[in-house]
Structures are given as structure tokens and as C-alpha cells.
């Protein structure tokens, strides 16, 4: 199982490197927030669920819905 502080450290990790505020927004999808100001062309987004250490059945649809932004 991942800590949830590592995830955490992700997360601030790529909202420094691409130059992403603070602020978030949630996102439509449950549990996911995305992250403002990043410089253009990148986005961080950070989602958690009340879930154990498995992937959330509706993962795929949510992982599209990310990577969709960049086309």
C-alpha cells in the first residue's frame, strides 16, 4: 500500500515543476481536482478515493477524461 503522503508528494512535486498555483478547482469527476496558472500546455490533476489500494472500477473513464485536455 502507498502512503497517501507519497501521493501528496507527487502531486506537489508536478504542481512546482509546471508551474501550477495552489488553487484548485474540482473537476467532474468525484474526488479529482485539478490545479490553476500551470504554464501552458500542462495540467496537474489529483483525485482521491475512500477506496483501499485498488483501482476504482470507473478508472479508465477517468484517466481518458485527463488525458483528453492535452488534444
Known sequence: MVP???GEASRD???ERDGCTN????MSTRGCVSYEGC?????VAYCT???NH???SNAG???WEFFSIFR
Open 49 to 51: 478515493h475512500g477506496g
Open 54 to 56: 485498488m483501482v476504482p
Open 23 to 26: 488553487t484548485s478547482s474540482p
Open 13 to 15: 512535486f508536478w504542481i
Open 4 to 6: 497517501a503522503v507519497c
Open 39 to 43: 504554464r501552458t500546455g500542462l495540467a
Open 61 to 63: 473513464t477517468h484517466i
